[in-house]
């Protein structure tokens, strides 16, 4: 089942904070988030396993939540290179733990 | 050296045509992968495919079909194509539980 993100859209000012969540109807193994900018592929950012939580990038962390079967990216001091669509990815347990069901994505826009 | 090629990056066909869409990686991963992104930037699993096992989304027409000659390739066959096959395709590339590294897509217009 396809993972719900929030929100849509997101417009930040540069230094500016955000936040993003993916939240799912089922438990969760992993959780995968994405960035991809127009006419781009997806870019892998980090990945947070059951039981672990992961920092990505120095201002871009996220947290994982099992019980909740939810996760937030956060984006801290935000920089006009964050604009793009994020999307989370999430895999549940089984054989195809491999296998991300994304979200809709988040656009987010920076401006100067 | 591009870690996910594909080719080609655009591909305009006739409905009913026969198209393929290579895919090659060599970050020396162990599984591989097809997504579809429609217009609405949704991004769809179609199939993932290691030596061992080849799952396939069961929402994804028959007419859709992965090949893969050896482990650094994974090569989609589509035939009698449809307008509502126009899209983005994506092959990706990822090992055991880790990242997933998507190629640059192929942009497919049916006309």
């Known amino acids: 089942q396809q993972p719900v993100q929030s929100p849509q859209a997101v417009i930040l000012r540069e230094g500016e904070d955000a936040v993003i969540n993916c939240s799912s109807s089922?438990?969760?193994?992993?959780v995968h988030w994405y960035r991809q900018k127009h006419g781009e592929a997806p870019v892998f950012l980090m990945i947070?396993?059951?039981?672990?939580e992961q920092k990505g990038h120095e201002k871009i962390s996220a947290s994982f939540n099992e019980k909740k079967q939810q996760s937030s990216l956060y984006l801290t001091a935000s920089q006009l290179s964050y604009s793009g669509t994020y999307f989370c990815?999430?895999?549940?347990?089984?054989?195809?733990?491999?296998?991300?069901?994304f979200g809709k994505g988040t656009k987010l826009s920076v401006k100067p | 050296d591009t870690a996910v090629s594909q080719t080609p990056k655009y591909l305009v066909t006739q409905m009913g045509n026969d198209k393929s869409i290579k895919c090659e990686q060599n970050?020396?991963?162990?599984?591989m992968y097809w997504y579809k992104q429609d217009s609405k930037k949704f991004l769809k699993i179609m199939f993932s495919?290691?030596?061992?096992?080849?799952?396939i989304n069961e929402t994804v027409p028959n007419r859709f079909s992965p090949k893969s000659p050896d482990k650094a390739h994974l090569n989609l066959h589509i035939n009698s194509l449809e307008l509502g096959d126009s899209a983005v395709y994506f092959c990706?590339?990822?090992?055991?539980?880790?990242?997933?590294?998507f190629g640059s897509g192929t942009r497919l217009t049916v006309v």
């Open positions: 990706a590339s990822s090992q055991g539980l880790g990242g997933m590294f």
């Open positions: 089922k438990a969760l193994y992993s």
């Open positions: 947070l396993l059951k039981g672990g």
């Open positions: 990815g999430t895999s549940g347990y089984g054989g195809s733990q491999g296998n991300l069901i």
């Open positions: 970050l020396g991963h162990d599984t």
């Open positions: 495919y290691n030596n061992k096992e080849l799952i």
